[in-house]
């Protein structure tokens, strides 16, 4: 009954989706007052049909319906509760369905907070997310359905992918998607304007907290999914360029030239045809890397079972989604007109420029994915392109980025001058030569890249510190400084720290690259091993039992200078159902080092081989991204977009727009 | 404003790019060995240990290699296939990839035999000298002892009758 | 007394080992870290999202083996990359040798950011002599009588 009420659920959302897209757009078209009116409530009706029949799906994994033929090869009985919910997006036509409850969700949100836009705008806005949600809602009914049933159904299912059988798997898929979906905001936006032939500086205000919302998640996305492969795949790697992880990529990378772009549209009114591009790009690369996921046409350790016509489904739905939206480019992009000039030494030109870099960095990454595809199309040969081409490659991009993320914020509007900024900088650029110099002693040995890395760190954060000041000082003359600090506006702060986290970042990628150590020892127990000036001790293996695994675990004591730091538990687990071995590594997280020591395969009947790793400041990667989406969030909850202190200026704005 | 055109040309380039490798399988590895000397090797036979077998022992004539094991599911497969194929006369020999003797020759026995002669690769040196990497593979040398053509994954009755056999047929002809 | 005997052996197993530092796992740790360090660099061609120092597949084994043997005969990092290249090709190689096909690909970044680059500087000149055109002289003029306090027209 559930699945089929599910399956029922779907279609009617489907429906409403249709009409939500019919209403926006051909109402926006004609001017018809009613049409624009009613896109609100089905849209909000269309949020409800899809979460019940994600309850459906959910209710189906929870109540171990086998009878569901995507439960049955997801689940288990003796799966726990939490993994059975997350097994509803374990799957290919499970995350659809979570991919199209995000969708709807983000669509539920505009709904809310879009009463100060005019009508006109919220009506294409809401007009083309219905359109997408359209595309993808027949996507699920016609080749991934997850309500399907399975007659005779099985005793017990086939068990979660045990590599998904972990927390990762609750938070990472879900933030993820909420970010890929939430480009399609910005997108819908651009499309919008592009239809009303009306871009300007108000509607990159009203676009501009949608686009950073959708980044801060897509920012917490990336995260989650690379700490997780760091502790759960046993080789402590936290980026592979995998085909899908560049596929999630490549929309924050575009996604941060957005946002970047949007400031200078709202605040100059400049570059708004590129501003619109660039939010269908970014869309754009959010749907590339749902068909390369599902096609099958790149081999992922990512890749849902693939099946040629779902890639053909999703090809056509991305070919009309941007072929179409790209083809309103053509048409109405030039009628956009330019904005306010400004010098090629300009806080515009410094933000373009980064903008230049980012869509440079996405088209690499791009480049680099898709081009043994290209060679194999054409018949020039098979290659692969991994790591080494893409750190080779990416790294001498991004240096300049971050050069500018001190310079740009100081930086005047439409007019810069260079011995101002040098003026205003020297301080910060002193500090971070220093640093470069000094701090790779203090870790141990000093070397070129690591100084370079902590040079480009301390650069930003000291010129982060230098604007904060400046900021401050030029505030209200007389205040105390609690007032002043209290002045400078939330999305100053917002950028700030997001520039600090991206610092942070930095910090730890160099730290860890530059002095990580491991050693991959046989030991007995009572056997010792030193690594990073801790001392490790094999206390031997004993069997344990798990809900639905059974395992060996070690017992790793870890001490320092004589006193016990932690003990460690790595484990070797086997799921029985799937009879599936995985490596459990254990880690002992700290706010300066990881202690991270998985077990080898038993080499006797007491000595295992034991991997152990010493990887100094890791945690700041994802301490850095963490702190990039704090400082996206504060930028996108500033005052000025908040719906009170503006209701009664946009009452007016979007009355007279209307006349 | 032409430039206003460049995001949907470079789109609908990537649009076909994408379309065309939805026919493609990334995971084939094609062999560079093609239209190069089958590499040497000198291996002991399946069933008589005592005698070996070089690809040397073939120049002048047209025949087929295939990589075969007994824990090899998909093996299975393509055994009829290749029954046929040596009823119908081409010279078929087998490479008996990191297999136990006494499996080898059981499945041979049990499935039938459609080898010639069937040489034992233990360690699988020879299968890495071929570029073996997944069995069961298939090749094709011809009588100069070059490698001509190299078959990934079971052979199916539709490539047998579409490619391979007119492929032997033309080489024989040569 | 056999009571007590069993609580003294048992006392005796339950004592600590002599703790003893661990023989890394490798039978030559210097020739390892070379044969792993050129490992990260090849893909495994059955765990295709592997590198081959990663992968537990029996094939990735064997060729770490091939790696390691010819290693220890003295054979260069180049020599070692060419006999696997020779059998599977440059699928093998995860970072793509650089040849007429692939002159795209590691020259794309940089000439994606220098064609950005100059495509900015040349909008924003554009840009800047555009505003500075829409000025023309009737509004000069105009402008030049409002300020001096005459009767706009």
């Known amino acids: 009954m559930i699945p089929e009420l599910g399956q029922l659920a779907l279609a009617l959302a489907l429906c409403l989706a249709l009409a939500q897209c019919l209403l926006g757009i051909a109402g926006a078209a004609r001017g018809e007052g009613v049409w624009m009116a009613a896109t609100r409530p089905v849209a909000r009706g269309q949020f409800a049909f899809v979460a019940i029949a994600f309850a459906c799906l959910t209710t189906s994994f929870v109540s171990n319906d086998f009878t569901v033929a995507y439960v049955a090869s997801n689940s288990n009985s003796a799966l726990p509760l939490h993994y059975r919910i997350a097994g509803v997006w374990g799957g290919h036509e499970g995350s659809m369905l979570l991919w199209v409850l995000m969708l709807s969700v983000w669509t539920f949100a505009v709904t809310l907070f879009s009463r100060h836009l005019p009508l006109e705008m919220a ?50 898929p879900p933030m993820l998607y909420m970010g890929y979906v939430g480009f399609s905001i910005a997108f819908s936006f651009a499309v919008a304007a592009l239809l009303s032939g009306r871009l300007d500086a108000a509607w990159a205000r009203w676009s501009r907290p949608w686009t950073t919302a959708a980044w801060c998640f897509l920012t917490v996305g990336i995260a989650l999914g690379s700490g997780w492969a760091y502790y759960e795949l046993g080789w402590g790697g936290w980026w592979f360029w995998d085909p899908v992880e560049n596929a999630s990529f490549m929309p924050w990378l575009t996604g941060t030239a957005l946002i970047h772009s949007l400031a200078v549209t709202e605040k100059r009114g400049a570059f708004r045809s590129w501003t619109v591009l660039l939010a269908i790009v970014a869309f754009a690369l959010s749907l590339l890397g749902t068909f390369l996921v599902r096609s099958g046409v790149l081999t992922s350790v990512h890749a849902f079972a693939t099946d040629p016509t779902r890639g053909i489904f999703i090809l056509a739905l991305l070919a009309i989604v941007i072929g179409g ?85 100081l930086a005047r509007w439409k007019k810069a001058s260079l011995p101002d900024l040098a003026s205003r900088l020297r301080w910060a650029a002193a500090a971070a030569v220093l640093a470069a110099l000094a701090l790779p002693f203090a870790m141990g040995r000093w070397g070129a890249m690591v100084a370079l890395g902590l040079l480009l760190a301390a650069w930003v954060a000291a010129s982060g510190v230098a604007q904060l000041y400046e900021k401050v000082r030029n505030a209200s003359s007389g205040a105390s400084a609690w007032t002043r600090l209290q002045s400078v506006s939330r999305a100053t702060y917002g950028m700030l720290l997001a520039h600090f986290g991206v610092a942070v970042f930095v910090v730890g990628v160099t730290l860890v690259k530059g002095y990580e150590s491991e050693k991959d020892v046989r030991m007995e127990p009572g056997d010792t091993v030193e690594v990073g000036g801790y001392t490790f001790r094999f206390d031997g293996v004993r069997d344990v039992t798990g809900p639905n695994y059974v395992a060996g675990r070690g017992r790793i004591a870890v001490t320092r200078n004589g006193s016990l730091v932690t003990t460690l538990y790595p484990e070797k687990r086997i799921y029985r159902v799937q009879n599936q071995p995985m490596t459990e590594a254990a880690i002992d997280t700290g706010f300066t080092r990881d202690l991270y020591v998985s077990l080898g395969d038993a080499v006797s009947d007491t000595a295992w081989v034991v991997r152990v790793h010493h990887k100094p400041f890791v945690d700041w990667i994802w301490g850095g991204c963490l702190l990039m989406a704090l400082g996206g969030g504060l930028a996108a909850s500033d005052r000025r977009y908040r719906l009170a202190a503006r209701r009664p200026q946009e009452q007016a704005y979007a009355a007279a727009a209307a006349r | 404003m032409t430039r206003f055109a460049i995001p949907i040309a470079i789109f609908i380039a990537l649009v076909v790019l994408l379309g065309v490798g939805l026919k493609l399988d990334p995971r084939e590895v094609p062999s560079p060995l093609i ?70 020759l059981a499945w041979l026995k049990g499935m039938g035999d459609p080898y010639r002669i069937s040489i034992f690769d233990f360690d699988g040196r020879v299968g890495i000298d071929y570029g073996v990497y997944g069995v069961p593979e298939t090749y094709v040398i011809d009588k100069g002892g070059v490698i001509r053509y190299k078959r990934i994954g079971p052979l199916t009755p539709a490539f047998v009758k579409e490619t391979l056999l007119p492929l032997v047929k033309e080489l024989d002809r040569a | 007394m056999p009571r007590a005997a069993a609580l003294l052996l048992a006392a005796l197993a339950a004592a600590p080992v002599v703790a003893r530092e661990a023989a890394p796992a490798a039978a030559d740790p210097v020739l390892e870290k070379r044969v792993m360090a050129l490992a990260e660099e090849l893909r495994c061609l059955v765990c295709q999202n592997q590198t081959l120092a990663e992968s537990n597949a029996p094939l990735a084994e064997d060729l770490r083996n091939q790696l390691r043997e010819r290693m220890r005969e ?28 692939t002159v795209l690909l590691w020259f794309g970044p940089l000439f994606l950011l220098a064609a950005g680059f100059a495509v900015l500087l040349r909008r924003v000149r554009r840009r800047r002599k555009l505003a500075d055109a829409e000025v023309d002289d009737a509004d000069r003029r105009r402008a030049a009588e409002l300020l001096a306090g005459g009767e706009p027209r």
């Not at chain 2, 824990?71 to 040596?86: K, Q, Y």
């Open chain 1, 325 to 409: 939206s790209l083809l309103l480019y053509v048409w109405r992009a030039p009628k956009i007109g330019l904005g306010g000039g400004f010098e090629t030494l300009s806080r515009e030109s410094m933000l373009l420029m980064n903008n230049v870099i980012f869509a440079a960095a996405a088209g690499s990454v791009l480049l680099g994915t898709l081009y043994p595809l290209a060679l194999d199309a054409s018949g020039l040969g098979k290659i692969s392109v991994g790591p080494p081409y893409f750190d080779t490659v990416f790294v001498p991009l991004m240096a300049p980025a971050l050069f500018l993320m001190g310079v740009g914020p």
């Open chain 3, 74 to 101: 003295g054979k260069s990092d180049k020599e070692v990359v060419d006999f696997l290249v020779d059998r599977y090709g440059d699928f093998v190689l995860y970072r793509p040798p650089l040849k007429a096909t």
């Open chain 1, 123 to 172: 009506a294409r806005v809401l007009g083309v997310m219905g359109g997408v949600s359209a595309g993808f809602l027949l996507f699920i009914l016609f080749t991934s359905n997850p309500f399907l049933r399975l007659f005779p159904a099985p005793p017990d299912g086939r068990d979660l992918n045990p590599l998904l059988q972990d927390p990762g798997m609750v938070a990472h």
């Open chain 2, 35 to 104: 239209g190069k000397p089958a590499p040497h090797f000198e291996l002991p036979r399946l069933h008589e240990s005592d005698k070996t077998f070089s690809e040397r022992d073939m120049l002048g004539k047209v025949w087929v290699l295939n990589v075969w094991a007994s824990w090899c599911v998909s093996c299975r497969e393509e055994h009829p296939v290749l029954l046929d194929l040596a009823k119908s006369g081409v010279p078929i020999y087998g490479l008996n990839y990191k297999d136990k003797r006494e499996d080898g």
